[in-house]
């Protein structure tokens, strides 16, 4: 399995981005897909997760209201958009899958938020 993470960059305070992650070598099973984020100095964050099937997802509190998560199974790529961004939401953000085989990050995009 591999993950292709895009759409990182530099937006300003109340700006919107898009991430998407795509995730190749799927096979089948219940997925487990989304993101975590990591600012300077701070651990790993939870962001968002999405599960196929079913297509139930979970939110980090920081975050609610702010970003949703969407999922097309059939390709297995997830797309976090993300709104009304704040500078505390600069960060690294990781893309993350679990399988029923196990689990693996991807190589992280740069997010930062300018006021």
């Known amino acids: 399995v591999q993950l292709q993470a895009s759409g990182g960059g530099l937006v300003q305070v109340g700006g919107s981005l898009r991430l998407s992650c795509a995730a190749s070598?799927?096979?089948?099973?219940?997925?487990?897909m989304g993101w975590f984020r990591q600012a300077p100095g701070k651990e790993r964050e939870f962001v968002s997760v999405?599960?196929?099937?079913?297509?139930?997802?979970l939110y980090g509190d920081s975050v609610k209201g702010r970003f949703t998560l969407s999922a097309n199974s059939a390709k297995n790529t997830v797309y976090l958009q993300m709104n009304n961004l704040k500078p505390e939401d600069t960060a690294v953000y990781y893309c993350?899958?679990?399988?029923?085989?196990?689990?693996?990050w991807g190589q992280g995009t740069l997010v930062t938020v300018s006021s």
């Open positions: 993350y899958v679990r399988t029923p085989w196990g689990a693996l």
């Open positions: 070598g799927l096979t089948g099973g219940r997925i487990v």
């Open positions: 999405i599960t196929w099937p079913g297509g139930s997802t």
